[in-house]
C-alpha cells in the first residue's frame, strides 16, 4: 500500500530533524557524535529537498547540498546554538460596529489579522500592540490572550514559529497602513471579508465570536498520542 506524505508533513519532518541535528552538533566537541550529527542533517536536507517549499532561507528548488550548507553555517554554539520556534504575535482588533482590522501585507498581498515577529524587551501583549499601532495606526487595548499554536504543524508557514494570537479592542487612532509592510488596511465585517486571506476559515470564526463578546477559553494544538501522529 502506497502512503502519500504531505508537503507539510515532510517540512515538519526535515524541520525536526535538522533542529535536533543543529543543536547536538552546537553542544558536543565529541568528533564522532559530530559525524552522526551530520549525517542526521543530510537526511534532514534530503527530506526538505523532497518537499520544494519557499521559507527559512530556502528556495523551493533548493537541492539537498544546498540546503544542507544553509543548514551547516546557521549552526552556533552552546546556549546560542540551541534551535528553538520562533515566536510570532498577533492581534484581533474589533471595533464598535464588530467589524475586525485587517491589513494587506506588502510582500504577497494577502489580507491577515496585524501580526509580526516577537520583540526582545517586550512583553507578547505590547508586542500584539506596537504591531497594531505600527501597521494601522489603530491604538488598542489587549483585553486576552485567544490562541498559542504552533505554525509549522498547522501548515500555516514555512518557518517553525509559535503564534500567540490576542484579541485587542481599538481605543484611538486613524487608520494608516506602513509604508514598508502594508499595501491597505481596513475594517471589515464578517460578511464582507477581503480577498485573498490565508486560511480565514481556521480562525475568522473564533475571531468574531471574541468580538461579539463570545470570548472562548484560549485555544492552543491539543497532544498527540504520539507526538508526532498526524490529526
Not at 520562533?86 to 491577515?112: F, P, Y
Not at 518557518?159 to 486613524?174: D, E, I, K, Q, W
Request: aromatic share 10%; proline share 4%.
Amino acid at each position: 500500500m502506497t502512503v502519500e506524505i504531505s508537503k507539510a508533513t515532510l517540512l515538519r519532518w526535515s524541520e525536526a530533524i535538522a533542529a535536533s541535528a543543529m543543536t547536538g552538533i552546537g553542544f558536543t566537541e565529541n568528533l564522532y557524535e559530530v559525524e552522526r550529527f551530520e549525517e542526521m542533517l543530510k537526511i534532514a536536507s534530503e527530506i526538505r529537498a523532497s518537499a520544494h517549499i519557499d521559507g527559512l532561507g530556502i528556495s523551493a528548488e533548493s537541492t539537498s547540498d544546498e540546503i544542507f550548507d544553509h543548514y551547516h553555517k546557521n549552526i552556533g554554539s552552546g546556549i546560542s546554538g540551541y534551535v528553538t520556534p520562533k515566536a510570532a504575535i498577533g492581534a484581533i482588533v474589533g471595533n464598535e460596529d464588530g467589524e475586525i482590522l485587517l491589513i494587506q501585507r506588502s510582500d504577497s498581498g494577502i489580507w491577515l489579522y496585524p501580526t509580526g515577529w516577537a520583540d526582545v524587551g517586550y512583553s507578547p501583549a505590547e508586542v500584539a500592540a506596537k504591531e497594531v499601532f505600527e501597521e494601522a495606526g489603530i491604538e488598542v487595548e489587549v483585553i486576552s490572550l485567544l490562541s498559542v499554536i504552533d505554525g509549522l504543524r498547522r501548515g500555516f508557514t514555512a518557518v517553525p514559529l509559535y503564534s500567540m494570537l490576542f484579541l485587542c479592542r481599538a481605543t484611538g487612532g486613524s487608520l494608516k497602513a506602513h509604508p514598508l509592510e502594508c499595501k491597505d488596511v481596513g475594517w471589515f465585517s464578517r460578511d464582507n471579508l477581503p480577498s485573498p486571506m490565508v486560511r480565514h476559515e481556521a480562525w475568522a470564526k473564533m475571531a468574531f465570536d471574541a468580538i461579539d463578546g463570545k470570548v472562548p477559553p484560549t485555544h492552543f494544538d491539543q497532544v498527540r498520542s504520539p507526538f508526532w501522529k498526524e490529526q
